[in-house]
């Protein structure tokens, strides 16, 4: 418990955001009144959804002039709102062009509460942060991919469901076991491209881009890469690996009890665990033990709060006081319990490690141990190249013709780099 209370620790003081005093709630005996809305659109789901508006519920009590209303939407859908939870294409569309957005950490200044400045961590997606290290968006919905089993289907086949998987081959040979006693999906991945390219890579310290003079270029088609699909293609030959269209159809098989294995977002613990029928293991992600030092780091990525701009000075002063009220410890981990995310500074941190006795917090201790393992490098931090939506599109695509039988691993990534650099070169 003393070493993950040091990780938990560590991670927080990365992440660098701090606390402010919390909102008062109305004054005993003032006069009614009718408070204004602050509107905030997701896509997170019903479940989340609804954690949100719990988060919502306990804010409003606290503020008399103005109510934060939670609602599923998109931000172009009418008038621009106030707040919204964005990722992938979503966002990039949102901050491509004219500015549409007011940085966090303006508001928060304004305010009278600003937030400090930071290097961003290496292992975190770097999108909600400027190039002198401040938040202009608060990363609400970050996971990094870990490793889920089906319990009950390891000892269904004979195995010790408590013995470590560490290494790919150790999982091959649990996959083996658990095919012959007739599991028709032994192993799935959700978000193939991002595990086993993006986190894949930085677990054994391999580069997804290689110096060109003076610019960068993507290169996740080296030898790690190609070994690695080379070996994911032999399980899918086997009927080891099933691969399922859309990361959500993975996860519901999984959930459904018809796979044994997942990989998939460390924030998936929380609905897997209300909605799978049979009990649930939490592991971090295997590595292949020939390439020296690995593990190293997994990266962490997921939805962010984003402010409009243009919004008038009010309101702002409202939303700075919801972003305090979100980063008070017990509504950090309320949230962490109700989405599976991870904490979003010390405080939260703090209140997980407290919380990490019972079980329901699993997936925080193996997501940070997996996030510090070792102090990242050059090699095994974020890249904004492969990190973008369209990038993930192209490997998944690529990936899927390695599935079909129709491309080797080294021709997919070869054609991969080549549509991704064409795509999103790098400066």
Known sequence: MARIGALLLSAGCALGVTVAAQAKPPAAGAGPAVAKEIRLVHHLGQAREQALRELATRFNETSRDYHVKVEEGSWDATDTPHLMILHGEEMERFVAGKPRFKPLHAIM?????????????????????DSRGRLVALPVGLSTPVLYI????????????????????????????????????????????????????????????????????????????????????????????????????????????????????????SEFRRGAGFEMGILPLPFHDDFPGAPQNTLADGPALWAAAGKRPAEYKAIARFIRFWLQADNQLAWQRASGYLPLNRAGLLEAASALAGPDMENIRVAVSQLTNKAPTALSGTSPGIARAGVRKILDEELQAVWDDRKPAKEALDTAVARAQALAPLP
């Open 109 to 129: 200044r304004e305010a009278g509460a600003p937030l400090p400045a930071t290097r961003a961590p290496t292992t975190l997606t770097h999108a909600t942060m």
């Open 150 to 269: 089906n319990r009950e289907a390891f000892q269904r086949a004979g195995l010790d469901p408590n013995l470590p998987l560490k290494t790919w081959f150790d999982l091959q040979q649990a996959l083996g076991r658990l095919a012959q006693s007739g599991s028709a999906c032994p192993y799935t991945v959700s978000q193939p491209g991002r595990v086993m390219i993006e986190n894949t890579s930085a677990w054994h310290n391999e580069p997804v881009t290689a110096r060109r003079g003076r610019a960068e270029a993507l290169s996740f088609n080296g030898m790690l890469q190609v070994k690695h699909i080379a070996m994911m293609k032999s399980w899918h030959r086997a009927r080891y690996l099933r691969i399922f269209e859309g990361e959500e159809a993975a996860e519901r098989q999984f959930a459904a009890g018809e796979c044994a294995v997942i990989a998939a977002p460390s924030a998936s613990w």
